[in-house]
C-alpha cells in the first residue's frame, strides 16, 4: 500500500498529462498478443517483496486462463507521473492498482455494471467502509485490494517501567494527553508521543471525525463552518500544544529523525500509524502494542482508511478479461497471498483469526468506525484547498495558533470551493 501523500497530485502531473496526449496518438493494439496469448497489462506501484507478490498472483491467475499472459509493470516511486502519462497518451494499461480516484476516475471503466452481471464476486464480503474510498460520485471505479487503519502504537517496556497500565479501547484524548507526560523523561531524549513536522493532513481527519469536525461539509460545497469549527480547530491544536508542552517530540521534519526510527529505538512511548511499520518495530525488538485512537469524551471514534484498490482503464481494449483479473485479485486466494496488507474479506479474516490477534484487533475496530467520506473525494479542487490547509496545519505543529490559521485558511480557499 502507498505511503505517501495520497491525494496531493503536483502540477507536474498535468504538465505530463497534456505533454503525452499532445505528443502521441497511439492507443492501444485490438489484441496485443505474444506467444499467441493475449497480453493484459497491470500497473502496480510495489517494489521489492511486495512486487514479488503480484508476480506471484499473476501466475496464479494466467494458470486458471492460459491464454493469457499477465504484463506486470512495476511503475515504483514513478507510478503517478506513469500513469498520468499513459492516461494521456491513451496507452494505459489495462487494470493498475489505484488510489487517487478523484483525479483519475474520469480515465477509469465504472465497475457498478460488471458487479451487476456478476454474482460471483461476492460483495458483502467485503468491509462496506472500503467503498467510500474507490466510488466517485455514486459510481464505482476500483475494487478493495489492501487497507489499514490508524492506531496508536506503545511501547510496552517504557510503560512498564513508569508503572502505567496499558491503554485500552475507549480511552481518551484526556489519557492519552496524561500519560505522554508520565512517559516524558528529556533528560533521556525519551518522549511519550510523536508528531509529525509536517502531517499529511488526510491522516488528521480520523482525529478531526472524532470529534465532531470535518475539513468539508458532506456535499463538498462548503469549507466555512467545516474546516475552522470550533471541533476541528480542537483536534488539530491538540497535537501542536503537545509539542509545545514538551510532552511530544517533532518528526521527520528537516535533521528530524523519522518517527518510526524514535520508536524503534526506544526513546518514544505512543505513535500514531497504519499497519505500515509494524513487523519493523518487531525486528527491531520492540515489545510492541497497538490500540484504538482515544476518544474526545463521549464521544464515537471515528476511524480513518488508507486504501487501495484494483482499477480498469476506460481506454483498455480487454475490459471483460480486465475484469476478471480484478475479479480473481478480490478473490480469496489472491487476498491470502498479499501477506504485506490488511484482509479486505470478512472470511478470510475470520479463516484467519486476524481479527482476534491483539496486534491486528485494533486496525479491525477502527475500519468498523470508518463510515466518512474522506475530503479529497468530495470536492474536486481539494489539491488547491488542502495546499492552505497543509500551510496552516504545518503551522500548528510549530506552536502557533489553529484557530488564527484556520480561519485563514478557509480564507484563502473560498475561490477554490465552488469551481
Same mark, same amino acid.
Given at each position: 500500500?502507498?505511503?505517501?501523500?495520497?491525494?496531493?497530485?503536483?502540477?507536474?502531473?498535468? !504538465?505530463?498529462?497534456?505533454?503525452?496526449?499532445?505528443?502521441?496518438?497511439?492507443?492501444?493494439?485490438?489484441?496485443?498478443?505474444?506467444?499467441?496469448? #493475449?497480453?493484459?497489462?497491470?500497473? #502496480?506501484?510495489?517494489?521489492?517483496?511486495?512486487?514479488?507478490?503480484?508476480? %506471484?498472483?499473476?501466475?496464479?491467475?494466467?494458470?486458471?486462463?492460459?491464454?493469457?499472459?499477465?504484463?506486470?509493470?512495476?511503475?515504483?516511486?514513478?507510478?503517478?507521473?506513469?500513469?498520468?502519462?499513459?492516461?494521456?497518451?491513451? $496507452?494505459?494499461?489495462?487494470?493498475?492498482?489505484?488510489?487517487?480516484?478523484?483525479?483519475? @476516475?474520469?480515465?477509469?471503466?465504472?465497475?457498478?455494471?460488471?458487479?451487476?452481471?456478476?454474482?460471483? *464476486?461476492?460483495? %458483502?464480503?467485503?468491509?462496506?467502509?472500503?467503498?467510500?474510498?474507490?466510488?466517485?460520485?455514486?459510481?464505482?471505479?476500483?475494487?478493495?485490494?489492501?487497507?489499514?487503519?490508524? =492506531? =496508536?502504537?506503545?511501547?510496552?517496556?517504557?510503560?512498564?517501567? @513508569?508503572?502505567?497500565?496499558?491503554?485500552?479501547?475507549?480511552?481518551?484524548?484526556?489519557?492519552?494527553?496524561?500519560?505522554?507526560?508520565?512517559?516524558?523523561? &528529556?533528560?533521556?531524549?525519551?518522549?511519550?508521543?510523536? !508528531?509529525?513536522?509536517?502531517?499529511?493532513?488526510?491522516?488528521?481527519?480520523? #482525529?478531526?471525525?472524532? $470529534?465532531?469536525?470535518?475539513?468539508?461539509?458532506?456535499?463538498?460545497?462548503?469549507?466555512?463552518?467545516?474546516?475552522?469549527?470550533?471541533?476541528?480547530?480542537?483536534?488539530?491544536?491538540?497535537?501542536?500544544?503537545? =509539542?509545545?508542552?514538551?510532552?511530544? =517530540?517533532?518528526?521527520?521534519?528537516?535533521?528530524?529523525?523519522?518517527?518510526?526510527?524514535?520508536?524503534?529505538?526506544?526513546?518514544?512511548?505512543?505513535?500514531?500509524?497504519?499497519?505500515?511499520?509494524?513487523?519493523?518495530?518487531?525486528?527491531?525488538?520492540?515489545?510492541?502494542?497497538?490500540?484504538?485512537?482515544?476518544?474526545?469524551?463521549?464521544?464515537?471514534?471515528?476511524?480513518? *482508511?488508507?486504501?487501495?484498490?484494483?482499477?480498469?482503464?476506460?481506454?483498455?481494449?480487454?475490459?471483460?478479461?480486465?475484469?476478471?483479473?480484478?475479479?480473481?485479485?478480490?478473490?480469496?486466494?489472491? *487476498?491470502?497471498?498479499?501477506?504485506?496488507?490488511?484482509?479486505?474479506? &470478512?472470511?478470510?479474516?475470520?479463516?484467519?483469526?486476524?481479527?482476534?490477534?491483539?496486534?491486528?484487533?485494533?486496525?479491525?475496530?477502527?475500519?468498523? $468506525?470508518?463510515? $466518512?467520506?474522506?475530503?479529497?473525494?468530495?470536492?474536486?479542487?481539494?489539491?488547491?484547498?488542502?495546499?492552505?490547509?497543509?500551510?496552516?496545519?504545518?503551522?500548528?505543529?510549530?506552536?502557533?495558533?489553529?484557530?488564527?490559521?484556520?480561519?485563514?485558511?478557509?480564507?484563502?480557499?473560498?475561490?477554490?470551493?465552488?469551481?
Amino acid at each position: 500500500m502507498k505511503q505517501s501523500k495520497w491525494w496531493n497530485v503536483l502540477i507536474i502531473l498535468t !504538465v505530463i498529462w497534456m505533454t503525452a496526449a499532445c505528443s502521441s496518438n497511439t492507443t492501444s493494439s485490438d489484441v496485443k498478443e505474444k506467444d499467441g496469448k #493475449t497480453v493484459l497489462r497491470f500497473a #502496480t506501484w510495489d517494489s521489492g517483496e511486495t512486487l514479488k507478490i503480484q508476480q %506471484d498472483i499473476a501466475k496464479e491467475f494466467e494458470k486458471d486462463n492460459p491464454n493469457v499472459k499477465v504484463q506486470v509493470e512495476a511503475y515504483g516511486d514513478g507510478f503517478d507521473q506513469k500513469l498520468a502519462a499513459s492516461f494521456g497518451a491513451k $496507452n494505459p494499461p489495462d487494470v493498475m492498482y489505484m488510489w487517487d480516484f478523484s483525479t483519475y @476516475h474520469q480515465s477509469l471503466e465504472p465497475l457498478d455494471t460488471f458487479v451487476d452481471k456478476d454474482s460471483s *464476486i461476492k460483495m %458483502d464480503d467485503f468491509y462496506e467502509g472500503l467503498f467510500n474510498y474507490s466510488s466517485v460520485d455514486g459510481e464505482l471505479y476500483g475494487m478493495p485490494a489492501g487497507f489499514t487503519t490508524m =492506531v =496508536v502504537y506503545y511501547n510496552k517496556k517504557l510503560f512498564d517501567q @513508569h508503572n502505567i497500565s496499558y491503554p485500552k479501547e475507549g480511552w481518551t484524548w484526556d489519557e492519552f494527553k496524561g500519560i505522554a507526560k508520565k512517559l516524558t523523561d &528529556k533528560s533521556k531524549k525519551q518522549y511519550g508521543f510523536g !508528531v509529525t513536522a509536517e502531517p499529511d493532513t488526510y491522516d488528521l481527519q480520523g #482525529t478531526v471525525w472524532s $470529534n465532531g469536525g470535518s475539513f468539508v461539509s458532506e456535499d463538498g460545497k462548503k469549507i466555512d463552518g467545516y474546516m475552522n469549527s470550533p471541533e476541528t480547530i480542537e483536534a488539530i491544536q491538540i497535537y501542536g500544544d503537545m =509539542v509545545k508542552e514538551g510532552t511530544a =517530540v517533532l518528526t521527520g521534519g528537516k535533521n528530524q529523525q523519522s518517527g518510526t526510527d524514535i520508536f524503534k529505538a526506544g526513546k518514544l512511548g505512543m505513535y500514531i500509524s497504519g499497519i505500515w511499520p509494524l513487523e519493523g518495530f518487531k525486528e527491531a525488538g520492540i515489545d510492541v502494542g497497538t490500540v484504538a485512537m482515544p476518544a474526545f469524551g463521549s464521544k464515537p471514534v471515528k476511524g480513518l *482508511i488508507a486504501s487501495s484498490a484494483v482499477s480498469i482503464a476506460k481506454d483498455s481494449k480487454e475490459k471483460d478479461l480486465a475484469w476478471e483479473f480484478v475479479k480473481f485479485y478480490s478473490s480469496e486466494k489472491a *487476498i491470502q497471498m498479499r501477506t504485506a496488507d490488511l484482509p479486505v474479506r &470478512k472470511s478470510v479474516v475470520e479463516a484467519n483469526n486476524t481479527a482476534e490477534d491483539e496486534l491486528y484487533k485494533p486496525f479491525y475496530m477502527m475500519l468498523e $468506525n470508518s463510515s $466518512n467520506t474522506p475530503a479529497f473525494l468530495l470536492n474536486s479542487n481539494w489539491n488547491e484547498i488542502n495546499r492552505n490547509l497543509s500551510a496552516a496545519i504545518n503551522a500548528v505543529m510549530l506552536g502557533q495558533d489553529a484557530d488564527e490559521l484556520l480561519n485563514k485558511a478557509v480564507e484563502d480557499s473560498e475561490k477554490y470551493v465552488g469551481q
